[in-house]
């Protein structure tokens, strides 16, 4: 388990990281953000690397600034840039990782946690030697050798090819049945597919947090739809607009999309009017919303809201 | 060779893991058996091995040919010319220890396992004083050479070569400051190289001082690596306060490492 509370990060005049507070659980809990939100930041304070300027965390329990040692005998990191010792074959570093961490049985705990990442067989080759996905993988089983309660991964798919991507997802999918992961990303999809929870940062700050669906239910609520029906789409414009209830349409691609000005569903009474007027219905859902339009609207809020703070100083 | 294709990967079920244990972790030593190693595989430490025993041989060699049947057998001439030497070769062993550790990220991750700077800096400056050592013991070559041509000093050997493995220590704890201050492996060399070389030479700064300030000018010589090294050690005689005044350069200079290393950190 993490437990974060209004952890800071200052450089000089520059708040990295200002006051996050969040819980997370067995699962994986994504933290995502654009490049810069303090992602890395606060990550590297839940290590351990980076002593925090303010706030505390624990990490199973233990003080990552107070009782450092003991934390991170609990925690496994993976760096966004996977740094490796290029001239050690993989189960070397493994066993060099296993060793300063003092795991017992080194040899047949690497070998388990190699076959584990799918890499059984280049054991013995050079890190040098293995391929971008690869190497990921032998970073990923060097944060894995000691069975770790909490697992901190720093955008372990960047940089790989999409087959390479979806396979370190399932990975990290499962690794979530056993272990608290922490898995940051900037691609929403990807939180949206791999986490259980959803962590939205900003300028060092939390603006969102929840399930993806809960986050996306939010602004679905009252949402807009898309109406399609057998008839031309200027026949079609008017009649939705006359609805009431409608505060808005606009005409997309294949159809009017009918934005609601009250918190009911307006879809019944489209439904109707288009039926009384003796069309075909053809299509009327919800306009889905992914992550990636919450993720804009809220990191646009709180850009506008730090602009408005800045004109006000 | 390429990646398994998707859907490859052995789940949880089909890989047995059996409970991790833990236990009685030694971080420095398994640092020090890694850097150790990691000696026999450098090209650079066989550069210096080859240019320090290229350089004895010839040395060697002359002296021999110049004193044979008129001077007695002079052991301590091989640790006082390698400890001279270390002024150059010191830096060149030392540079890469942290700076690459640091330019190629793998301090970040070696600064979130369980040890602490302290552990890693030891390990670190025990491998590069091990190899140091493995170079001093293959020198002893020459004594075995001199024992058979005349009849050396075997207590002024036995002297000269402890003082050589202090000096040794502490020139290279001093030179490994700066591979943690700077990423720059030849940057480290030569501000190591230049330290190294003002406390060798601060006996000709203390001599030229002396008619100006004598306070001033023992000041300086006590400073100074030589004065602790070649005027007693070299000659055999082995004060305490010369042990000590290694072994406190090599306490120092480990603890002044490990504090940039975990200043360096912080602030990044």
Known sequence: MIEVNQLTKRYGGFTAVNGISFRAVRGVTGFLGPNGAGKTTTMRMLTGYLPPTDGN??????????????????VGYLPESVPLYRDMTAIGYLMYIAEIRGVKHRRERAETILARV????????????LSKGMRQRVGLASALIHDPEVLILDEPTIGLDPIQVLEL???????????????????????????????????????????????RGELERGGR????????????????????????????????IATPSTTDDPRPQIASAIVNRGWRLLELRPVAVNLEEIFLELTRQGNKDAEAAEVAE | MTDMPLGTLPTEAQVEERAVEIGGAMPFIAVFKREFKQYFRSPIAYGV????????GIYFNGFVSQVNGQMPADTTLIPSIITFLMFLFAPLLTMRLIAEETREGTLETLMTLPMSEWQFIVGKFLAV??????????????????????TPDYGATIGAYFGAWLYGGA???????????????????????????????????????????????NIVRELGLTAHYDATMAAGILRLEDVLYFVFVMIAALFITTRIVEIRRWRS
């Open chain 1, 118 to 129: 799918g890499l059984a067989n280049r054991a013995n080759s050079q890190i040098r030697t």
């Open chain 1, 57 to 74: 965390a624990t990490v199973a329990g233990y003080d990552v600034f107070k009782q450092s040692i003991k934390a991170r005998q609990h």
């Open chain 2, 129 to 150: 004083w091990a190899y140091y050592t493995v170079l001093l013991v293959i020198s002893l070559i020459y004594v075995a050479i001199m024992s058979m041509i005349g």
């Open chain 2, 49 to 56: 091995a080859f240019a320090l025993f290229l350089f004895l």
């Open chain 1, 169 to 215: 997802r399932d990975l990290v999918r499962e690794l979530g049945e056993r272990h608290t992961v922490l898995f940051s990303t900037h691609i929403l999809s990807e939180a949206e597919q791999v986490c259980d929870d959803v962590i939205i940062i900003n300028h060092g700050s939390i603006v969102a947090q929840g399930a993806p669906a809960a986050l």
């Open chain 1, 225 to 256: 739809v898309l109406v399609r029906a057998d008839v031309a789409i200027e026949q079609l414009l008017p009649v939705v607009r006359e609805i009431s209830g409608i505060g808005s349409v606009e005409i997309s691609l294949n159809g009017v």
């Open chain 2, 171 to 217: 020139v290279l704890a001093i030179a490994m400051i700066f591979s943690a201050l700077t990423e720059d492996q030849i940057v480290a060399a030569f501000l190591g190289a230049a330290t190294i070389l003002v406390l060798y030479l601060s006996n000709t700064a203390a001599s030229a001082l002396s008619a100006q300030s004598p306070v001033l000018a």
